[in-house]
C-alpha cells in the first residue's frame, strides 16, 4: 500500500512538472523587456527586501521631468 501511494505521489509529480514545462515552453517574448517584465510579475519580493529597497530609495531624489514632459504639460 506505502508503495502505491509512493508510486502515485510520484505520478502526480512528473504530472505537474509536465505541466508547468509545457506552459513556459509556449511562452514566446518580442524584447527582452517583455521578458524581464514577465519575470519581475512572477517572481515575489521578499518583504525584508521590498522594505530595505523602499528605505535605501527613500534618501534618493526624485528624476528630473524629461524636456518633453515639461513642454506638452504632461
Known amino acids: 500500500m506505502k508503495q502505491q501511494n509512493e508510486f502515485e505521489s510520484h505520478e502526480e509529480h ?3 512538472a509536465r505541466q508547468k514545462a509545457a506552459q513556459n515552453a509556449v511562452q514566446e517574448f518580442a524584447t527582452v523587456e517583455d521578458l524581464l517584465r514577465h519575470d519581475a510579475a ?8 521590498a522594505d530595505r529597497l523602499q528605505r535605501s530609495s527613500a534618501d534618493c ?8 514632459k515639461r ?4
Open 61 to 68: 531624489p526624485r528624476p528630473n521631468r524629461s524636456w518633453w
Open 42 to 49: 512572477q517572481t515575489p519580493v521578499p518583504s525584508r527586501i
Open 14 to 16: 512528473e504530472f505537474s
Open 71 to 74: 513642454l506638452f504639460g504632461q
